[in-house]
């Protein structure tokens, strides 16, 4: 019988598989990690179920139950060969979506091309991002994809104590504010009769270049 939709194969408990499962558990979500070092195995044998097995191996998958999960997340990153291997064993067992990490642009065409529904780069995509928010006054950035981006930034001068539809941003910028957050007041999704205080956060989206601009003039 399938898992739920709900549950989640983690294979691989490095740092960025650990955080996956983790976060997951957090968010009662079920999840099943299959790790063959006995210490990781060890560690996080408490959190969540966990089974020590050699993913790269397709019977000890098969053994562990991995072909009844929706979703599985492939951790295994700076091993390419093993990387390729668990992936191309999840492929082959028919597994909906698989997420797999990355640590190189070519491993993640190796990973598409063998069946990978998601490749994920970990380090390109934190350092990219903290380098959008030490470079200027973003507190936070998410890039999307075809160049679609949100970021999140305090106000600049020139809009605040206006309303969205005075300061005219998507006329005068080609961005849209989406969101303000007051300090001690819930999440607002903005209007155009929504004002803007110099202690408000604002959510923005749009192009990456024109938010780029609009965050550092």
């Given at each position: ?87 191309a064993n999840l492929v082959d067992l028919k597994i909906p ?27 390109y995509d934190a350092g990219a991002r903290v380098a959008h ?85």
């Amino acid at each position: 019988m399938a898992q739920d939709d709900g549950a989640a194969l983690i294979v691989g408990l490095g740092r960025f598989g650990s955080a996956i499962a983790s976060t997951l558990d957090n968010l009662g979500r079920e999840v099943l990690a299959i790790e063959r070092n006995p210490d990781i195995v060890q560690r996080w044998s408490h959190r969540f179920r966990i089974i020590e097995a050699d993913a790269t191996n397709l019977d000890a998958l098969e053994q562990s139950g991995a072909g009844e999960f929706s979703v599985a997340v492939v951790g295994v990153g700076t091993q390419i060969e093993s990387s390729v291997l668990v992936t191309a064993n999840l492929v082959d067992l028919k597994i909906p979506q698989i997420w797999a990490k990355a640590i190189t642009r070519s491993h993640g065409r190796i990973l598409r091309r063998i069946g990978a529904h998601h490749v994920v780069y970990p380090e390109y995509d934190a350092g990219a991002r903290v380098a959008h928010m030490v470079s200027g006054k973003m507190l936070d950035y998410i890039e999307m994809e075809d160049g679609f981006s949100i970021i999140k930034m305090h106000p600049p001068r020139d809009i605040q104590g206006f309303t969205i539809g005075e300061s005219r941003i998507l006329e005068r910028f080609g961005v849209t504010i989406i969101g303000v957050k007051s300090p001690g007041q819930p999440f607002e999704y903005t209007s155009p009769e929504t004002r803007v205080s110099p202690e408000d956060i604002i959510i923005v989206s749009g192009d990456s270049s024109l938010l780029e601009a609009f965050a550092n003039r």
